[in-house]
């Protein structure tokens, strides 16, 4: 297949999509750098597509649906802090809960950060099609779960991080219900058509919110997202 012979020029280019789109951008997290630059992007996004797998922004993989900007899956996934936690806790691997599955690639990431990943989608196909690819390149590991990720997935809970890779209205409650002492939920909050970028970090019973900055995603549609 031709984005396995080509592996090689899409190793450079996502050498250089780390370097440029997130390193000089300030993305630092040393865990999130060497995930992104080994996780093989091209690998997540349909044939026609291939040639922009490194660009700097979003890319639709069907169903209306897009695996997020690479610069974007860098500051949520920083945003978790995993370095932090996993210098705490150091007994397992972080337990992360991933809403959105979409592609699989911020799943893929996670998992090469060192977490082990439990990825929720609501398209069945998506979910099919992304637990073949992750298999396909070795992420045995991923749990991927059909179901409506915005009530949360209390079976594995609680976690160590929850990333939200879909636009909700509010941080949905099951899901900081879900947090481990010390974690972090990372989803982007506001309208249907623009979010801000938020952060809520559980310190024993207090909540402390952080708005990092604008962001657009897909809407999290369901029980504590938007209405289909
Ligand atoms: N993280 C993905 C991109 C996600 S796009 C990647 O790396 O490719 C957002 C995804 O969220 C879409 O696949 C959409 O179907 C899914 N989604 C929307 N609402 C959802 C919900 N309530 N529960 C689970 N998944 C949801």
Do not use: N
């Not at 993989?61 to 932090?84: C, D, F, K």
């Not at 150091?90 to 990943?117: F, H, N």
């Amino acid at each position: 297949m031709r984005r396995e012979r080509d592996a090689e020029r899409f190793a450079r280019l996502r050498a250089r999509m780390v370097e440029t789109q997130l390193r000089q951008r300030g993305v630092a997290d040393a865990l999130v750098l060497a995930a992104m630059a080994e996780v093989p992007r091209e690998r997540f996004v349909d044939e026609f597509l291939l040639e922009l797998a490194y660009t700097d922004g979003a890319l639709g993989i069907g169903g209306g649906q897009t695996i997020s900007q690479p610069y974007m899956v860098a500051r949520m996934s920083e945003s978790l802090e995993l370095g932090a936690w996993i210098a705490a806790h150091p007994e397992g691997p972080p337990r992360v809960l991933d809403i959105g599955t979409g592609s699989g690639y911020q799943a893929a990431v996670l998992a090469r950060m060192g977490a082990s990943v439990i990825s929720v989608e609501r398209d069945p196909e998506l979910a099919a099609e992304a637990k073949a690819r992750l298999e396909e390149l070795g992420y045995w590991d991923i749990r991927v779960e059909v179901g409506d990720g915005s009530a949360g997935l209390p079976a594995f809970a609680p976690y160590a991080g929850i990333l939200v890779a879909a636009a909700a209205p509010e941080p949905p409650e099951p899901l900081i219900a879900e947090l481990a002492d010390g974690a972090r939920l990372v989803v982007p909050v506001g309208r249907r058509d623009l979010q801000e970028l938020t952060v809520v970090h559980r310190v024993g019973k207090r909540l402390e919110t952080e708005r990092l900055e604008p962001c657009v995603f897909v809407p999290l549609v369901g029980r504590f997202g938007f209405p289909q």
